[in-house]
């Protein structure tokens, strides 16, 4: 324990003495970091997002009247089942159609309760789920081209374009997560340099006294962990706050109602975590990467 | 006890610096070794507590093969050793006590006492009225018992010193000799002390390992040494 205060009293010195480096290694941490939630946050909301759309999105396919025939109805249902990206096709007859219409229009939908019997002017349908909520437009085109469609529509197009834009953003940030924690790792190992070396004396001191090359180590690792501590201080902060704050704003979901965003709790705290121990992490390993160069075991 | 044998030591690039030396010094000697610049003085030295190994030969130092350990077993073979350089290394940012606590903290003494050893240390060196001082607030003969007291602080068998006055004048000299005598004395630590200064060798005479060219030209136990 003792020893343990003792190495972190070293790695402040340490961290004090290269004031200017330091900063900057813990203010490339702090942007890094704001990515990093940012990526956390979109990631997590796109998950329950893609599921609301998979249960949601799916193309109404009108069955041409003159393949009403049992015969033919079937076989349109297995031709559809067995192309790529279909999950599943249910089979609505005209008084189910008829009854999905009614439900749609509430309360002024009995209206149509006329048309119920031999002379529903409705068309069967299959209602078809997807599997990929992105796939839909080819999917609905394959089916067009089966016979005995009349028609295919689907609703969702601007939720599926949505989804993709938010999967590029999530793919961007990932990239730029990855340049930036680079970035991060080298300043990080830069600094832990500077420090080595301005230990020089101290260092080769505490080898001829007898020190062992992990007592040696240990403060300058310490180093890496504390400027990964504090640069994580700032962007969890700003991303708990923001996501909270956006939260409340947009009334729990994102644009539609659709799109639930994951609740801030305890969601937060766990990507507060996340966010403390890739940063602490990412210091440990540019310090490490440091170490592992500049005090090598040696006579 | 330090054992010598047949050591030779050719450094990477060619230079060969020491040929075959073979010497014994038994615990609780005193020895001088001396011989002009470049006869491999400093490199003896830096065999004995493993920073190099030697080409060729058997180095050992209180039962332990140096030449042979290894790098994870180096640290805990040095706190058998003290080192004391010309140059005093001392860290200047620290006072004369941190300066000697140093020595003790990083190689895990107990808190109490490594702060009673280092007070005691400093006052055996006798620089208990300077504890809270810093480096550059003293002499260089006081500079250099400081680096004494460090390197004896851990209490090691062998104190090993390279021209330890080879920066101070004849008079402090004379009085880190003095020092170094007590230590060997009072504690039975075996000192090997390498050094130029002849006035030295000569007034305080001691057994004397002359080395040239890497060849160890002379081993006389009565001591003394003339050009
Ligand atoms: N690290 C090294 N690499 C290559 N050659 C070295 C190295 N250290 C010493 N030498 C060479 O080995 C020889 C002996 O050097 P050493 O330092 O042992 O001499 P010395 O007797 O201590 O000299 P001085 O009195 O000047 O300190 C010299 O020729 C020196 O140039
Ligand atoms: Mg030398």
Not at chain 1, 43 to 65: L, R
Not at chain 1, 259 to 283: K, Q
């Amino acid at each position: 324990m003792r020893r343990i205060f003792r190495h972190i009293k070293e790695a402040f010195i340490g961290l004090l003495r290269h004031l200017a480096m330091t900063l900057s290694s813990i203010s490339t941490i702090t942007i890094t970091l704001l990515f990093v939630g940012l990526f956390l946050l979109i990631t997590f909301n796109i998950e329950q997002f893609t599921y609301a759309v998979e249960g949601s999105v799916n193309i109404h396919v009108k069955v041409d009247p003159s393949f009403e025939d049992d015969a033919s109805v079937n076989s349109l249902g297995v031709k559809i089942r067995a192309l790529n990206g279909v999950r599943a096709a249910t089979f609505s007859s005209k008084d189910n159609e008829l009854d999905a219409m009614i439900e749609s229009f509430g309360e002024n939908g009995s209206i149509f309760e006329s048309y119920r019997g031999e002379d529903n002017p409705l068309r069967m349908a299959y209602l078809v789920e997807i599997v990929d909520g992105a796939d839909i437009e080819s999917v609905a085109v394959s089916i067009r081209e089966l016979e005995g469609v009349e028609a295919v529509a689907y609703g969702g197009i601007r939720v599926v374009e949505l989804l993709s834009l938010l999967e590029n953003t999530r793919q961007f940030v990932y990239i730029l997560v990855a340049g930036l924690g680079l970035i991060a790792v080298f300043l990080i190992a830069n600094t832990i340099k500077l420090s080595i070396a301005s230990r020089g004396l101290e260092i080769s001191i505490m080898r001829t006294v007898g020190a062992t090359n992990g007592f040696i180590r240990t403060p300058f690792l310490f180093e890496g962990l504390l400027i990964g501590l504090f640069g994580s201080i700032l962007p969890i902060g700003l991303i708990a706050i923001g996501y909270i704050w956006m939260f409340d704003t947009m009334g729990g979901q994102f644009i539609t109602p659709m799109f639930a965003l994951v609740n801030p709790f305890p969601f937060i705290y766990y990507v507060s975590v996340a966010m403390l121990l890739i940063a602490m992490g990412v210091g440990l390993f540019g310090s490490g990467l440091s170490v592992g160069k500049h005090l090598r075991w040696k006579r | 006890m330090i054992i010598l044998k047949q050591v030779f030591k050719t450094y990477k690039n060619g230079t060969n610096a020491l040929n075959g030396i073979s010497l014994t010094i038994e615990q609780g000697e005193f020895v001088y070794v001396i011989g002009p610049t470049g006869s491999g003085k400093s490199t003896i030295i830096r065999l004995i507590n493993g920073e190099e190994v030697p080409t060729k030969g058997l180095v050992e130092v209180a039962g332990v093969n140096v030449g042979r350990l290894r790098h994870s077993k180096v640290p805990l073979y040095r706190r058998n050793l003290g080192v004391v350089f010309q140059d005093f290394k001392l860290l200047e940012q620290k006072t004369v006590f941190e300066n000697v606590l140093f020595a003790l903290e990083v190689v895990n003494a107990p808190t109490i006492e490594a702060r009673k050893r280092a007070r005691e240390t400093c006052a055996l060196v006798g620089l208990s009225d300077k504890l809270n001082s810093y480096p550059h607030q003293l002499s260089g003969g006081q500079q250099q018992r400081v680096a004494i007291a460090r390197a004896i602080a851990n209490q090691p068998k062998v104190l090993i010193c390279d021209e330890p006055t080879g920066n101070l004048d004849p008079a402090k000299a004379k009085e880190i000799i003095d020092l170094l005598e007590k230590i060997n004395r009072e504690s039975n630590t075996t000192i090997l002390m390498v050094t130029h200064a002849q006035g030295i060798v000569n007034s305080h005479r001691r057994r004397t390992i002359a080395l040239s060219d890497g060849y160890l030209v002379s081993d006389l136990a009565a001591g003394g040494y003339k050009e």
